[in-house]
Structures are given as C-alpha cells and as structure tokens.
Nanobody, 121 residues
Framework: QLQPVESGGGWVQTGGSLRLSCTAS????????IGWFRQAPGKAREGVSC????????YYLDSVTGRFTISRDIAKNTVYLQMNSLKPEDTAVYYC??????????????WGQGTQVIVYP
C-alpha cells in the first residue's frame, strides 16, 4: 500500500516559512489525490489540503487559505506544502496522505510517519 514519506518540518519563528515534502517509493504520486493533514497535541486531526490528480483542483482548510500552497513535481514524484506566514497555531505534526472527499469532508488514508512543525512567537 501507499507509504508516503514526509520531510521538511522544523522550528520556525512566527511569520516564517517552511516547505514540506512528500515522496513515496514504488508509487507514482501523480496518480493519486494527495494531501496533508495535521495533528496537534490534544486537538482533533485537521485536513489541511488536498490536491486532486484528475483535474488539478485543490482544497485548503480555511485557516491556511492564502498562506499554504500544495503543489506537485511530477518528475521528482514529490508533493509539496509551502507554508508561509506561519502562526503558532500551525504547530502540529503534519502528515502526507492519500485524500478523498467523503460526504462533504476530506478524509485521509495511508499516511507516513509525519514531520513536526513548531512555530514559536
């Protein structure tokens, strides 16, 4: 099954930027709807973004719209999440996963080990 590998997390000051990367050996990500969700301690999982392979449309969580951008590099078999203007409330473990729209909400399957993002004041 699909096993994404995330990287790119770290510590960043409020207002800074990070770019997360997602790869998956043995699978061509171009054929999948791929996105990101995040999990902060004590909080519910949040679907952050999803990129649809069929038509290129994208979804973003309201609170990240205008700050985060999901993109694909087909040649590198990599999906990115560019995160700008980061806020402390963006602090979480970010997971790359296959995404799907299910009854109006995005669901995520087959995620990797995650990458920690810490935004400090």
């Amino acid at each position: 099954q699909l096993q994404p590998v995330e990287s790119g997390g770290g510590w960043v000051q409020t207002g800074g930027s990070l770019r997360l990367s997602c790869t998956a050996s043995g699978y061509t990500l171009a054929g999948y709807d791929i996105g990101w969700f995040r999990q902060a301690p004590g909080k519910a999982r949040e679907g952050v973004s999803c990129s649809h392979s069929s038509d290129g449309t994208t979804y973003y969580l309201d609170s990240v719209t205008g700050r985060f951008t999901i993109s694909r590099d087909i040649a590198k078999n990599t999906v990115y999440l560019q995160m700008n203007s980061l806020k402390p409330e963006d602090t979480a473990v970010y997971y790359c996963a296959a995404c799907r729209l299910d009854q109006g909400s995005y669901e995520y399957d087959y995620w990797g080990q995650g990458t920690q993002v810490i935004v400090y004041p």
